[in-house]
């Protein structure tokens, strides 16, 4: 019996070539049972006028199912299901049953409920998506992406894509980090001391599980990222937060009985300072008075394109004191979810064990993909093209605060991808995020990066790694005038 050619059809938002979108088709209809074994497709003919594409396309798509033993060929007399072709799934549904689990005292650890609020998945069907850490894909290198992704694909990189590494990393990205990345932050690391992870909070989150218990003590900054006040919190250690000012994290305002203090010295979280020498020695003194380690955040230093970067702290430490904590998914896309940490052999060998005890490494494709990206060259002139783009974005930024009023808490002057704001008194910054949804316009409330129980309501960061210069003004035009009409209005917060 012949399928009709009307059982056929393309999905029209179906991703991929007509040629992979036809054998997704036939071949999701072999494996959910619509086309049985021995039943004959239509021919390459009728079913190409039917769908609209030239019949070489089919004949292609045909030709790939019969390779992969989903069709045969039966001389003159067409294609057909084949009798070796997956089958799908037989199962006897289970009769309708009710949780009777008392999962709020089955449940000895709760990790949901943290301060890390969650960010729309929509955000870019939005005309002025002001978010921090989205990529833009109008700068993105998709086609030597996509070329090195092929390359780490080939025979001569078999093993680096199918191999357990067990708790080893790719040696060429270890390599690439060592002769090459850490060395412009002035750092030497050798391969032992260095560690790939799922992105930066992987990475703090295996420091935090190393370094801390329920008896030691942590000093974070306040603000903070708030992920890792998430994570923290988690690992039921003592946690102190440490108010910073202009100037970043004060090494002084920081208590004799911490165990490790977080900093993002390079560039503040969210407040863009930059901490300076002087400080970023005092803060070195301070940690070895009180016999203290140091986890440094290096996030976002490939975005200095007003000036120079300042040397990272690890590079100032004669003590081992300092552990280093990279990421390649700010500057490539976050999505990617690779990282890495720097530091003593014996506190990497220790986050090494841990690792490989949770999620082995990360994959080899990924990871030899990204080392092809860097080492011909491809993400050196990435980083060039955002920081151009960044910088004409940062300058209408600027232009159209000025222009609108709004007020900035922090800019950073190295350069970045964010400003961090303050509204006025009393206007509560999560329901102005709310109203401006409303008019296309999104941006990050700031409560969530603060702790304790008197969280300032009026902060808020507004990104411009994700909007197009040309939309800019406009955007901060209707958030003036929001924040206008809520003062009018008394919107405001108790």
């Known amino acids: ?185 002035g750092i030497t690391a050798a391969p032992e001391q260095i560690l790939i992870t799922m992105g930066a909070q992987n990475a703090l989150w295996l420091t935090a599980q190393v370094l801390l218990t329920q008896r030691r003590r942590a000093a974070l900054e306040d603000p903070c990222y708030h992920a890792l006040r998430d994570i923290l919190i988690q690992s039921r250690c003592h946690v102190t937060p440490v108010r910073v000012d202009r100037d970043g994290l004060p090494p002084e305002a920081i208590p004799h009985d911490i165990d490790v203090i977080f900093t993002t010295p390079s560039h503040q979280c969210p407040t863009n300072a930059t901490m300076p020498m002087p400080r970023r020695r005092a803060l070195l003194e301070r940690a070895r008075e009180m016999d203290a380690i140091i986890v440094e955040d290096d996030y976002e230093f490939e975005t200095s394109f007003l000036r120079a970067p300042s040397p990272a702290l690890k590079s100032l430490d004669t003590d081992g004191r300092v552990i280093y904590v990279g990421s390649f998914s700010k500057s490539l896309f976050p999505g990617l979810r690779l990282g890495y940490l720097v530091g003593s052999e014996p506190f990497i060998r220790e986050a090494r064990a841990l690792r490989a005890s949770v999620l082995r490494h990360p994959p080899g494709h990924i990871q030899r993909t990204a080392s092809y990206f860097l080492s011909l060259g491809h993400y050196d002139a990435l980083v060039r093209r955002m920081g151009n783009a960044l910088h004409e974005r940062r300058a209408k930024m600027e232009e159209a605060i000025a222009q609108t009023g709004l007020d900035i808490a922090g800019q950073g002057a190295h350069g970045g991808s964010s400003f961090w704001m303050r509204a006025p008194e009393g206007i509560d910054t999560k329901i102005l995020a709310a109203r401006l949804r409303t008019r296309g316009v999104l941006i990050e409330p700031g409560h969530s990066f603060f702790g304790g129980d008197e969280q300032p309501q009026n902060f808020y960061r507004l990104g411009y790694s994700s909007i197009p210069a040309s939309r800019i003004p406009d955007g901060l035009q209707a958030l003036a005038s929001e924040i206008h009409d809520m003062s009018k209005a008394g919107y405001i917060s108790a």
């Open 1 to 185: 019996m012949a399928l009709p050619v009307e059982t056929f059809f393309l999905q029209p938002d179906a991703q991929g070539t007509l040629q992979s979108q036809i054998q997704q088709m036939i071949a999701q209809g072999i494996l959910s049972g619509r086309f049985q074994r021995g039943e004959k497709l239509p021919s390459t003919r009728k079913l190409a006028v039917h769908l609209g594409v030239s019949r070489i396309t089919v004949t292609i798509a045909y030709t790939e199912l019969l390779a992969n033993d989903y069709l045969n060929s039966r001389g003159r007399s067409g294609y057909f299901v084949s009798e070796n072709a997956p089958s799908p799934p037989v199962f006897t549904p289970s009769p309708d049953t009710q949780d009777a689990v008392d999962w709020t005292r089955a449940i000895g650890q709760r990790f949901s409920g943290g301060v890390t609020p969650s960010k729309p998945q929509d955000w870019s069907q939005y005309r002025y998506p002001f978010v921090y850490g989205q990529a833009d894909k109008s700068l993105f290198d998709h086609a030597n992406w996509r070329l090195c992704a092929l390359q780490a694909l080939g025979q001569r990189d078999f093993d680096s894509m199918t191999n357990d590494y067990y708790d080893q990393d790719d040696p060429q990205l270890i390599e690439f980090i060592a002769r090459h990345t850490l060395p412009r932050r």
